[in-house]
C-alpha cells in the first residue's frame, strides 16, 4: 500500500513543478499588468473622483415612553367611569391619555371581573358605568 502512495506523492510533485513552470511564464505579464495599473491610477490618466452621494446619519430614535406602574391605567379607566358613567371607550382614552387597544382591552378585562357594565348609548355606541353591587340575602 505504501508503494502507492509514494507513487501518488510523486506525481503530484511532478504536477506541482509543472505549474510552477507555467505560472513562471506568465510573470511577466502579471508585472506588466501591475505597471499599467500603477500608470492608470497616476495623472494625467488617473480618472476624476467618482463623488458619492453624502451618507445621511440614520435617524435618532426616540427613547421608549416610561411604562405606567401595574394597575395605573386600571385605576385611570375607573376613575373616569366613576366621574362620567356612560363614557365610551374612546372618550375614556381621550381622557386618560391611554392608546385605545390598551384602554379597549382594559375595559373588557374589567367588564369580564364584573367591576364594569357596558350600556348601551343613544346612536348605538356602547358605553361603560360602574357595576352595581349585587345585593346579597341578608343570613346568606
Known sequence: MSDVIAGLRRELEQRLKEIERQLAEH????????????ALGQPPFAAAPVRT??????????????????????EAILKVVDERPGASAAEIS???????????????????????????LPGGQTGYKLATPVATAPGL
Open 53 to 74: 452621494a453624502a451618507k445621511r446619519a440614520p435617524a435618532a430614535r426616540k427613547p421608549a415612553a416610561k411604562r405606567a406602574p401595574r394597575g395605573a391605567n386600571r
Open 27 to 38: 510573470e511577466p505579464l502579471l508585472r506588466e499588468r501591475e505597471q499599467i495599473e500603477a
Open 94 to 120: 381621550g381622557v386618560t391619555k391611554i392608546a385605545r387597544p390598551v384602554t379597549y382591552n382594559t375595559l373588557a378585562k374589567l367588564v369580564e371581573q364584573g367591576q364594569l357594565e357596558k350600556t348601551e
